[in-house]
C-alpha cells in the first residue's frame, strides 16, 4: 500500500486533473506532498517503535493511511485532495519501518532472510505494477470518478489488515525507555525537507536558483544535526540518531548503497512512462503491462533470495547488481535498434533480467544492513534505510529526468515525438545503468555473510 500509491497515482493525475479542475502545480503536489510526508516520518516512527512497542505503531499509522485513502477518494477540489494526500504519507510513514523491524525483532536465520526475501519481492512488484494496477482501477472505473477508486481501494485492504495485524503480530514490548529528541526531529525534518523538495520540484521547474541555494542549506543543517547528535551522546542523552549506529561500516555503506540503487532502479519506470506515453503515445494500461516482466522477474527472484544469500552471502548483491546492470544496457541498446517505436515485445527480455537481479538485492541489502543492529535500534534503523530508499528514489528522477529531457532533439517528420524520445530514453536508461554500477562499489562495505544472531 504504502508503495504502491507512490507510483499508482502517476496515471491517475490525467483524470485527477478533469475531476477537481486541478492545476498543473496542484497535480505536482498530489504527487510530492505523499512524497515529502513519508520521508520526514519515517524516522520519529521508527524511534517510537523502538520506544512504544513496534505492533501499535503500525496499527495506528495503517489506520491513518486507510482514512486518508478514504479522503482522497471523496476530496471535491484540490486543496483536499493535496491535504488528504499528505496525511496519506505520514500514515504510510508511520507504518512502514515497522515491517522490516518486526521482521528483524520476530525471525533469526535463515527464517529471517525468507522473511526479507518476501519484502524484498513485495517492495520490487509494488513499485512497478503500480502504473498497471492504476491503468485497470481507472479503466474499470471510468474517464471521470476512475481516480477516485485508485484511493478508495485501499479502505478494502486496510479493513482486512488492521483487524489481522491486530490479532498476528508479536506483542508491542518496549525495548528501551527513551526520551523525545525534539531538536534533532527538528534538524532532521529541516534537512529532508532542504533536500527532498528541490529533488521533487527541481526538474519540472527548470533547476531554479533556489534548489540549489536549498541544497547548500541541507548540507548545513545535516552537519549540524551530526553535531548536536554526537553532543547529545557525550552527555549520556538520548539522541534521535545514534552516532554509534551511523558509525557501523556496513549500516552506513548499506544505506548508502539503497540510496544509489534505488536512484537507478526506480527511476526506470519514470524513463518507460514518459518514453510510452508522452513519445509512442500508448494507454497508461499499456504502460504498465510493459514492465510486467520485471515484476516478474523480481517476484521469482526475490523469493529465492534467502537460500541465495545464505550460499553465495554478499556476492548475491554483487550478481543481482550485474544482472540489473546488464539489464538497463540491453534495455537501451533495443530502445536504440528499434528506434523510433521500440516494442514492449523485445524490451521484455532484458526487463526480465534486470528484475532477476534487481530481487537478488533489494532483500539481502537489508537483511546485511540490519543484520548487525542491536534489537533497541531495530525500529530507528529501519528507518533510516526507508529514508535512504526514498531519497534515492527522489534522486534518480531528478537525475533521470534532467539526463532524458536534456537529450530530446525534434526534427520534422511523421515520428518526431517517437524518434526524440526514444533518443532520449537511451542516454537515461544508460544514465540507470552507471547508478546501478556505482551501487555495486559500495558492495565490498557490507559483510561477507549474514551474521545468525539470537533476536
Known sequence: MALLDTTVVTVALPTIRTGLHASSAGLEWVVSAYALALGLALVPAGRAGDRFGHKPVFIIGLAVFTLASVACGVSQNQAEIVAARAVQGLGAGTFYPAIAATIQLTFTGRARSKAFGALGATIGVSIALGPVLGGLIIAGGGARNGWRWVFLVNLAIGAIALPVAAKQLPRARSLVRRRFDPVGVVLLSAGLLLLLIPLVEGQERGWPAWCYACFGACAVTFALLAVWEARAERRGADPLLKPGLLAQTSFSAGAAFAVVYFAGFTSVFFTLSILWQEGLGRSALMT???????????????????????????????????????????????????????????????????????????????????ARVPAEDAGTASAVLGTAQRVGSALGIAI???????????????????????????????????????ALVLVIALPRRIPSTRA
Do not use: E, K
Not at 554483487?318 to 515485445?345: C, E, I, N, R, Y
Not at 532524458?404 to 537511451?426: I, M, V, W
Open 400 to 438: 533521470i529526468g534532467t539526463v532524458l529531457f536534456g537529450n530530446l532533439h525534434f526534427h520534422p517528420g511523421p515520428h518526431a515525438a517517437a524518434a526524440a524520445f526514444s533518443h532520449g530514453s537511451q542516454y537515461a536508461l544508460l544514465a540507470n545503468t552507471a547508478l546501478v554500477l556505482v
Open 288 to 370: 504498465g503491462l510493459a514492465v510486467v516482466p520485471f515484476s516478474f522477474g523480481s517476484l521469482v527472484s526475490a523469493a529465492i533470495s534467502d537460500r541465495l544469500s545464505a550460499r553465495m552471502g554478499r556476492m548475491v548483491l554483487v550478481t543481482g547488481s550485474v544482472m540489473v546492470a546488464a539489464g538497463l544496457a540491453l534495455a537501451a541498446l533495443v530502445v536504440h535498434l528499434d528506434a523510433p517505436a521500440p516494442s514492449g515485445w523485445t524490451l521484455a527480455g532484458p526487463l526480465l533480467l534486470a528484475g532477476l537481479g534487481s530481487g537478488m538485492v533489494i532483500a539481502p541489502n537489508q537483511d546485511f544492513v540490519l
